[in-house]
């Protein structure tokens, strides 16, 4: 019987690297698997089914039913974080102070360093698509899966999406110099934390302009950190 736990990979931007590392990420807010659903989501309402391998959730529209699962696993099962990263001989930064790097248990010259975070010397970058799996450095378990509406995000669940604080506010991610320093802010009508805010310019320089009006049915995937 194979006991082994089901892992699979997923991309990160550098800025949520750093947050991954630093511990104040602890979600993430995904529309993969459910663009069909998405191509009019305010048509369709959803339920949790059990099922022996995890929950399924069934969307219905008028007599329309569509069954999905969430791609990236259910509890108990892993993530492996993909991130910008480049390939250089292991001796090169061995000496280094700060330089974090993972050997290649395959080969006896190769390891891998990181973009994020990175204040020294230019390297051979290769996109996070690429990056293999000897060459991840974080883990994640996840705690719990659910699916909602992008918009229905909770003051305390964006700051658990690791937005960043900066001179005493949020981050705004579309105008970095622009911090979000009051509590809450009215946008187009509706009040918004300010730590909402923050997180839809994430959200939005990220996916496009009008992403976060879009509104989309996403997974909400919680996660916990795996040591070493």
């Known amino acids: 019987m194979n006991t082994a736990i089901k892992e699979r990979p997923i991309l990160f931007s550098g800025a949520m690297v750093c947050a991954l590392l630093a511990g104040t990420k602890t979600q993430t807010r995904r529309t ?3 663009d069909f659903i ?3 989501p305010g048509c369709w309402q959803r339920q949790w089914i ?4 995890g929950k399924h959730w069934l969307f219905t529209c008028g007599d329309d039913r ?3 699962r969430c ?3 259910v509890e108990g099962e892993r993530l ?3 991130e910008t990263f480049a390939k250089v001989p292991r001796t090169a930064y061995a000496c280094s102070t700060g330089v974090e790097q993972t050997i290649n248990p395959a080969s006896d010259w190769e390891a891998a360093v990181y973009r994020a975070g990175w204040t020294r010397c230019q390297e051979h970058w290769k996109p996070s698509i690429h990056m293999p799996r000897w060459a991840s450095r974080i883990q994640l378990e996840i705690v719990s899966v659910r699916v909602e509406r992008l918009r229905s995000i909770s003051a305390e669940d964006a700051i658990a999406e690791g ?3 900066r001179f005493g506010g949020w981050i705004n991610y579309k105008n970095p110099a622009n911090h979000l320093s009051k509590p809450e802010y009215e946008v187009c009508g509706e009040i918004m934390p300010a730590s909402v805010l923050s997180y839809a310019t994430l959200w939005e320089s990220i996916n496009g302009e009008d992403s976060w009006e879009a ?3 996403v997974w909400v995937v919680e996660f916990k950190r795996v040591e070493p």
């Open 50 to 53: 059990p099922a022996k391998d």
């Open 32 to 34: 993969t698997g459910l």
């Open 66 to 68: 569509v069954q999905v």
């Open 215 to 217: 509104n989309p049915w």
């Open 38 to 40: 998405n191509e009019n």
């Open 80 to 82: 492996w974080v993909r």
């Open 163 to 165: 937005i960043e604080q």
């Open 71 to 73: 791609p990236y696993g």
